[in-house]
């Protein structure tokens, strides 16, 4: 797909209230209020940063720093910014790592510091051994199935 083909797409789905993407994997075509998936705005930040146009590369930057504010301090991230502090999807960090990792190599910014760090936690991310659905709800989880 073509770089302003991407942009584009992004932006049918952007909401200008809050600048972020919504989209609902699982409810496509349904009127209901969408939730902010971070790995496609993540995606949409790095496609604004590619055009190398100063508007568009300043809203990539504020993108991608909201977002980090969402990272766990294990270094994962939720899959809907409404989950955080959860993460349902433990492998979502090694989703998003090569994507910071390509920010990093083709972009500076005034964020290089705080999105490296940010990798760094990624990639030092462990999954660790999935809990059993017992062993959820012995925790006192407050939902154990996931």
């Given amino acids: 797909m073509r770089l302003e083909e991407a942009v584009a797409c992004g932006r049918a789905y ?3 209230q809050t600048g972020y993407i919504h989209f609902c994997h699982t409810a496509i075509g349904e009127e209901i209020h969408y939730p902010i998936p971070v790995r496609e705005n993540l995606l949409f930040a790095f496609a604004l940063l590619r055009t190398r146009m100063e508007k568009e590369v300043q809203e990539g930057w504020e993108i991608i720093t909201k977002l980090l504010a969402f990272q766990t301090e294990s270094g994962n991230f939720p899959i ?15 989703e998003l790592l090569p ?25 030092h991310f462990d999954p660790g051994k999935p809990r059993s659905f017992s062993e959820r709800l012995l ?8």
Wanted: proline fraction near 6%.
């Fill in 139 to 146: 925790s006192g989880d407050t939902d154990p199935f996931f």
């Fill in 14 to 16: 952007q909401e200008k």
């Fill in 80 to 94: 809907y910014l409404h989950h955080y502090p959860k993460c349902y999807n433990r492998y979502l960090s090694s």
């Fill in 99 to 123: 994507i910071f990792d390509r920010i990093i190599k083709h972009f500076r910014g005034p964020y290089d510091d705080v999105i490296r760090e940010a990798r760094n936690r990624l990639f």
